[in-house]
Structure formats: structure tokens, C-alpha cells
């Protein structure tokens, strides 16, 4: 059984290391979640969040996981007789395909090994068919700790199929990575608050374009819990469509106050800078799994060349330091472990795990 009065620190890809302060968020006294001291908290979260995702256009808040806008951008953004592209590198993107399959849409898909990058050509070859109303693709891929180059990707599909739409799958990319949503031209992007946002799960945020916006305006069937018309007649009283999970919208609100007392820049700088940390040590060590131009500065996957294993050596850190960082995901579990380094984790948390698997792997 978990000691709930010693709960292990968490270096696993999410949920990740939460701050006491943040967790005291989650006791306040609740509130009404009709009346006007929720609705005040909710409009100033979404005017932090839009500032830190750099967007002048809807944000909304789901009480659920990232998952479920998954489908929601599907559901809302695709009609029945519309194909969408699905870019596939990695556990999560390829689900994303899964999703747009269970909603009755028509799927392709662009897929490429664990561990290696989509780029701009291969999305360009697939969209210059003109057969595809919508791309799916994952900022940060939290299986293979992958880091697509979305900046460049979407640069060239805003200059050669600006009618596409672009749904963005950010769950553990979002303020752990440069996110400039307006300037990118993305229609929808989401994630969940336990990666980055350093909160426990049970909520998600994300991103609508206005042109996305519209066009579920034309989509019959959107379905009820994720249909976006709701979220934005609900959002005209800083509102949700249903019940909010009031304790982790405080925690949200007091996290967006710190990033942005922080700054976006710096924020990510330090992500950048554990990111870099790690990577030294892993390839000192081990070996990267992602190529090193796309390896991410939220989590990284370790190729297992030495063979440890990895499962022992996980129980062993926890038994002696209470601590756990992350197997490698699905077909990747024993050739790769995961750690990571984004949120509230600091660069002394990551030396100190660091030193115990040296310790351990010796």
C-alpha cells in the first residue's frame, strides 16, 4: 500500500512532482460553480492561459483528460465525408488516429518508427493530394520523448494549405515548450494539467481557433460533453457547459499566476536547461532514444544500451529514496526508461535521482 503521508516523489512522465503550495489550492473552500466567485475565477484563469499560449481566440477548460479533446476535435472540426491525416511517430499520436477512427471518420495515416521525427516534407508529399481536410499531430511525444518540429511544419502548411485544419495534441509540450498558438495557425491544441501545469490530473485545457470555431457550426452530431458550440456559449459567462472541477481550476490559477511572474521565456529556459542536464548524463551513460536535434526539454527517453533492468532498478529507487521515474511505454518497456523534467521538478531533484541510478546501475 501507498503511504499516503510519504507519497513518492515522481519523476514519470506525468502526473509529475507537485508542490505542496499547489496542493493546499485544492482544500480551499469550494464554490459555486453558477455563481459570480466562480465566474470570476474562471475568467482570470483563461486570460492567464491566453497569455501564456499567446492567443487571442477561445481557451476553454474541460473537466477531464486531454483524451477526450482528442475526440472532440474530431467530432466538432470533421464531417462524416472529410478524411483527416493522422501524423503517427509514437503511442500517442497513433491513438490519435484510433480516436478519429471510433468517431466514424475516415483516417490516413502518416507513420513513421518510434523515435523519429514528422518534418514539413513528409506532411507536404501527403497534403499536396488536396484529400484531406484536417491534420492531426503531436507536439511532444511522450512515449519516445520526441519533440516534433511543429514551427516548421506549420509554417508550411499556414503557406500551402490554409484550408487545413490543425489539431495539436500538446499534453506534455504545453508550458514546458514554446507554444505561440495565434502565430503557429493551429485550430485546436490541448493538454492535461498534470505534465507541464504541475497539477494532479482530472483537468485539461485547450485552444480553438475562431475558423475551427465555425466550422463545427456545420458539423451535425458533435456529440454533448466536448461539443465547442457549448464551451463558447458557457465561456460568454465564464462558464463551463458542465461542472467544473473547482479545487484544480484554483491550482490552475495560482500555477498560471507563477509562470507568468516567471515569464513564458524563462520558463522555458529552464526547461531547457534540466532538459540539457539530463540528456549530457544520458548519453554519457546510455543513449539518447530520440535523435538529439528532436530528443524533448520535457521528458527524455534513455535508450537501455547497457542492458540494466530496468524495472529492478526502479523498485530499488523507490524502496530506498521513495522516489520513481518512468519504464519505457508499450513496446518500448526494458529498452528504454523515461524521466521526467518539466513543471515544479528543479535541476537539484534531477542530479539527486541521477546520482541514485548511478548508484544503483554500478
Same mark, same amino acid.
Given at each position: !500500500?501507498?503511504d ?10 506525468g502526473?509529475?512532482k507537485?508542490?505542496?503550495?499547489v ?19 474562471h ?7 491566453? %497569455? +501564456? ?6 481557451v ?10 482528442w ?10 465525408d ?5 501524423? !503517427?511517430?509514437?503511442? #500517442?499520436s497513433d %491513438? ?15 507513420k513513421?518508427?518510434w ?13 499536396a ?7 492531426? +499531430? ?14 516548421? +511544419? ?19 509540450? !504545453?508550458?514546458?515548450?514554446?507554444l505561440?498558438f495565434?502565430?503557429l ?7 492535461s494539467?498534470q505534465? /507541464?501545469?504541475?497539477i ?5 485545457v ?6 475551427a470555431?465555425?466550422?463545427s ?19 460568454e ?8 472541477? *473547482?479545487?484544480h *481550476?484554483?491550482a490552475l ?11 513564458m ?7 531547457? %536547461? ?6 549530457t548524463?544520458a548519453?554519457? @551513460?546510455? /543513449?539518447? #532514444? ?12 534513455v535508450? @537501455?544500451?547497457?542492458?540494466? @533492468?530496468?524495472?529492478?532498478? +526502479?523498485? /530499488?529507487?523507490?524502496?530506498?529514496? @521513495? ?9 518500448l ?5 523515461r524521466?521526467?523534467? !518539466?513543471g ?6 534531477? %542530479?539527486?535521482?541521477?546520482g ?7
Amino acid at each position: !500500500m501507498v503511504d499516503w503521508k510519504d507519497p513518492p516523489t515522481l519523476f514519470i512522465p506525468g502526473p509529475v512532482k507537485v508542490l505542496p503550495e499547489v496542493l493546499e489550492q485544492l482544500s480551499r473552500p469550494t464554490l459555486g460553480h453558477r455563481g459570480k466567485e466562480y465566474s470570476q475565477l474562471h475568467g482570470e484563469t483563461v486570460s492567464m492561459l491566453k %497569455k +501564456i499560449l499567446s492567443t487571442e481566440q477561445s481557451v476553454f477548460l474541460s473537466t477531464s483528460s486531454a483524451s477526450g479533446v482528442w475526440e472532440g476535435s474530431i467530432r466538432n472540426c470533421v464531417k462524416m465525408d472529410e478524411t483527416v491525416l493522422c501524423t !503517427m511517430c509514437g503511442a #500517442f499520436s497513433d %491513438k490519435f488516429a484510433s480516436v478519429a477512427r471510433a468517431c466514424g471518420r475516415t483516417a490516413e495515416e502518416l507513420k513513421v518508427e518510434w523515435g523519429q521525427a514528422i518534418t514539413a516534407d513528409m506532411i507536404d508529399k501527403k497534403l499536396a493530394s488536396g484529400n484531406y481536410a484536417a491534420l492531426t +499531430i503531436v507536439y511532444n511525444e511522450t512515449s519516445t520523448g520526441l519533440t516534433n518540429p511543429v514551427y516548421e +511544419i506549420s509554417e508550411m502548411v499556414k503557406a500551402k494549405y490554409p484550408d487545413v485544419l490543425v489539431f495539436v495534441d500538446a499534453v506534455s509540450g !504545453m508550458v514546458g515548450l514554446p507554444l505561440h498558438f495565434d502565430e503557429l495557425g493551429w485550430d485546436v491544441v490541448f493538454a492535461s494539467v498534470q505534465k /507541464a501545469f504541475a497539477i494532479p490530473p482530472g483537468l485539461a485545457v485547450f485552444a480553438v481557433s475562431d475558423r475551427a470555431m465555425e466550422k463545427s457550426k456545420t458539423v451535425p452530431d458533435r456529440g454533448y460533453y466536448f461539443d465547442f458550440q457549448q464551451f463558447a456559449k458557457s465561456a460568454e459567462k465564464n462558464q463551463t457547459p458542465t461542472t467544473p472541477v *473547482i479545487p484544480h *481550476i484554483m491550482a490552475l490559477h495560482y500555477q498560471c499566476t507563477r509562470l507568468l511572474e516567471e515569464g513564458m521565456e524563462n520558463v522555458w529556459a529552464r526547461h531547457k %536547461k534540466m532538459a540539457e542536464y539530463v540528456k549530457t548524463w544520458a548519453k554519457e @551513460n546510455f /543513449a539518447l #532514444f530520440a535523435p538529439e536535434e528532436y530528443a524533448s526539454n520535457t521528458l527524455t527517453a534513455v535508450k @537501455n544500451t547497457r542492458g540494466i @533492468n530496468v524495472g529492478k532498478v +526502479i523498485s /530499488a529507487i523507490q524502496e530506498k529514496h @521513495n522516489t520513481v521515474f518512468g519504464n519505457g511505454y508499450g513496446k518500448l518497456k526494458e529498452e528504454t526508461f523515461r524521466i521526467a523534467h !518539466m513543471g515544479d521538478i528543479s535541476l537539484d531533484d534531477l %542530479k539527486e535521482l541521477l546520482g541514485w541510478i548511478d548508484d544503483e546501475i554500478k
